[in-house]
Nanobody, 116 residues
Framework: VQLVESGGASVQPGGSLELSCQAS????????MAWYRQAPGKQRELVAV??????NYTENVKDRFTISRDTLRKRVFLQMKFLKPEDTAIYYC????????????WGQGTQVTVSS
């Protein structure tokens, strides 16, 4: 399974951004898909996960971020609104057959920078 992220950029605080992840290879539609992020000097953390019709978010992004998927096109999205400087990180797409994240497969990451 290959995962390729796109959509990372530099934005001002309060701005919006949408990340996209394209899956290919031996990917199955029942796989969970998730977004993780890693800020400089910090551990990688789970941001959001979608499995079936259920999604979950880490507390500090609830009501600001939305994860969604296009199963037919093997894509997962992360819509981010009201971005804060503390959202600055490399965002990674993750997928796999596991019932709980993380899945087995990782993308290379896409940089999101929130700064005035």
């Amino acid at each position: 399974v290959q995962l390729v992220e796109s959509g990372g950029a530099s934005v001002q605080p309060g701005g919006s951004l949408e990340l996209s992840c394209q899956a290919s290879g031996d990917y199955y539609s029942h796989y969970l898909m998730a977004w993780y992020r890693q800020a400089p000097g910090k551990q990688r953390e789970l941001v959001a996960v979608i499995a079936g019709n259920k999604s979950n978010y880490t507390e500090n992004v609830k009501d600001r971020f939305t994860i969604s998927r296009d199963t037919l096109r093997k894509r997962v999205f992360l819509q981010m609104k009201f971005l804060k400087p503390e959202d600055t990180a490399i965002y990674y797409c993750n997928a796999g057959p596991q019932k709980q994240p993380p899945g087995d497969y990782w993308g290379q990451g896409t940089q999101v920078t929130v700064s005035s």
